[in-house]
């Protein structure tokens, strides 16, 4: 692997969208540490230890991604305050905090349906 891609599996890493606009990536102060340390990794992956390690994390990034999906669906659909079914609401400021509340628990917080407020701050 050469250090652009480093450089770009890092950002991947770090979830910079491709849309983020102008950034300015100086790699050449970390090229050293970085590389030490991808050889470092990689040497570890190829031991019994690492192999087993890395499958483990695996399974548990698998366990968690699953644990999160089942999660969203009905987050998305049940008040966080009360627990009766809600939607996505928003504070009315123009940079706006976002809960998923039913109507009753909505007006008692000041928030309005996220779909009504667009274009109104
Ligand atoms: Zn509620």
């Not at 970085?34 to 994390?57: K, N, V």
């Not at 669906?73 to 998923?100: D, N, Q």
Request: net charge negative; glycine share 8%.
């Amino acid at each position: 692997m050469n250090t652009s891609d480093h450089a770009a599996a890092l950002l991947n890493a770090v979830h910079v969208p491709n849309d983020a606009g102008e950034h300015d990536v100086a790699w050449d102060g970390w090229e050293q540490a970085h590389e030490a340390w991808c050889e470092r990794l990689d040497a570890y992956r190829q031991t019994p230890e690492g192999q087993e390690r890395i499958a483990d994390l695996d399974r548990r990034v698998e366990l968690a991604e699953g644990l999160v999906r089942t999660a969203e669906a009905p987050a998305g659909v049940t008040c966080e305050l009360c627990g009766t079914p809600g939607s996505l609401h928003r504070t009315p400021a123009r940079a706006p905090w976002y809960k998923t509340l039913c109507p009753a628990c909505a007006e008692r917080a000041g928030y309005v349906p996220a779909a009504e407020a667009h274009g109104a701050a």
